[in-house]
């Protein structure tokens, strides 16, 4: 787990690399939810995810050695696409295992940026195992996408843009998938905003920090379709507690309320968010959290297939 430190340092080593993105009122949410709402727009971050934080700073953190073997990771496909870009800004070479059903936009930039895609594994953990494994035999520098420090430290810098522009933020809701992003989060604020709330969600279909949460420990979950693709996975102990240790709670939401969420945020605010990025506000709109305001909703991605859109869309 970073400290409050390593997150100041990584936003220096990030500075010229990632974008300020946006923190925007939303009138519509804000009468929705009865208080006043913000959207953190990291679905127009370079890449668009949130990713890109992470990678850069792990990759800026690495020794010359180290990025000279080259990079390895597995990634659901925006962790990914940020390493590859990394890679290619910082001169070396990434290998990227992603899941065959990753979606289609998200590989074809991971190939555009450079990098040697593998997409053959069944899932996350699969990919994920394939790639230690290329580390172990080739001796490259694996990168996990959530649970390397530096990763984590990266990602937490979008805390402090917050606590910058809104200090007297009251409640931050943050998706999860692995848990790097509200660890991070959780850290900033525990240290500069004790007072406020660090709220998770996840999708019914990838809930496997909320049953670590329900049952005190990691526990195996199922891997099952989902329009939030870049929540899937499980969760081990030791990144349960990293999250426990900093997060208030974590709630779940309905597949239709992501839809929803989707079809509110293009229409109602003008973004294009996949479905991981929206389940935040699904969250508000569908009254699984209450809020008191002033809140920030962390729209984190924006990677989702033309099909997939137009099917949401139509509803």
């Given at each position: 787990m970073p400290a409050l430190d390593d997150v100041y340092r990584a936003q220096q080593r990030v500075a010229d690399a990632v974008r300020r993105t946006p923190l925007e009122s939303s009138s519509f949410l804000s009468e929705a939810a009865g208080a006043a709402i913000h959207l953190k727009l990291e679905c127009w971050q370079r890449t668009r995810s949130f990713k890109v934080r992470g990678a850069f700073n792990?990759?800026?953190?690495?020794?010359?050695?180290?990025?000279?073997?080259?990079?390895v990771t597995a990634s659901a496909g925006n962790h990914g696409q940020a390493l590859a870009l990394a890679a290619l800004e910082q001169d070396t070479r990434a290998t990227i295992f992603v899941p065959a059903s990753a979606p289609q936009t998200k590989q074809a930039r991971i190939r555009r940026l450079g990098a040697d895609l593998r997409a053959n594994a069944a899932s996350y953990d699969e990919a994920d195992a394939m790639a230690r494994q290329h580390a172990a035999e080739t001796g490259a520098t694996y990168v996990h996408a959530f649970s390397d420090a530096a990763v984590i430290a990266g990602q937490a810098t979008v805390a402090l843009e917050i606590l910058d522009e809104l200090p007297g933020v009251r409640e931050i809701v943050v998706p999860v998938g692995g848990g790097g992003?509200?660890?991070g989060i959780g850290v900033v604020m525990r240290a500069l905003a004790p007072g406020a709330r660090v709220i998770g969600v996840q999708s019914v279909e990838t809930r496997a920090m909320y049953e670590a949460f329900r049952h005190g420990a990691a526990v195996q979950t199922a891997i099952t379709p989902t329009l939030a693709d870049g929540l899937a996975g499980c969760t081990d102990e030791a990144t349960y507690r990293r999250v426990r240790a900093v997060t208030d709670e974590i709630v779940l939401v309905e597949e239709r309320d992501i839809a929803g969420a989707i079809r509110m945020l293009h229409a109602e605010e003008?973004?294009?968010?996949?479905?991981?990025?929206?389940?935040?506000?699904?969250?508000?709109?569908?009254?699984r959290i209450s809020l008191t305001g002033p809140a920030v909703l962390l729209v984190t991605g924006?990677?989702?297939?033309?099909?997939?859109?137009?099917?949401?869309?139509?509803g």
């Open positions: 792990a990759v800026a953190s690495l020794s010359p050695a180290e990025r000279a073997r080259g990079l992003l509200i660890a003008g973004v294009t968010a996949e479905g991981s990025g929206a389940v935040a506000v699904a969250a508000v709109l569908s009254g924006g990677n989702i297939d033309s099909a997939t859109l137009a099917a949401v869309l139509a």
